[in-house]
Nanobody, 118 residues
């Protein structure tokens, strides 16, 4: 399975920005669709954004549209999540995941904590 390591989380104030990174261990990263998910304490994991293998097709949850941007650099085996105008309700652990066959996410990173103060 693909090894994924998220980074870039931290404690910020409402209205600030963060960029999360997800580094993959395998050269085949460039063939995978990728996604970002998040989970807040006491809540279920929810979808945030996804991107197809070449970065042309992206999708976003309604709660982050217009504020978050997913992108990838296949030469670096890395996917990014640019988060702008952060809100306290964005506070969660953020996970990246692979979708190698285009039908489901099957490999997950350990997560990175994002905390947004009001």
């Amino acid at each position: 399975q693909v090894q994924l390591v998220e980074s870039g989380g931290g404690l910020v104030q409402a209205g600030d920005s963060l960029r999360l990174s997800c580094a993959a261990s395998e050269r085949t990263f460039g063939t995978y669709a990728m996604g970002w998910f998040r989970q807040a304490p006491g809540k279920e994991r929810e979808f945030v954004a996804s991107i197809n293998w070449n970065g042309i097709n992206t999708r976003y949850a309604d709660s982050v549209k217009g504020r978050f941007t997913i992108s990838r650099d296949n030469a670096k085996n890395t996917v990014y999540l640019q988060m702008n105008r952060l809100k306290p309700e964005d506070t969660a652990i953020y996970y990246c995941a692979t979708n190698p066959g285009g039908s489901g996410f099957d490999s997950w990173g350990q997560g990175t904590q994002v905390t947004v103060s009001s």
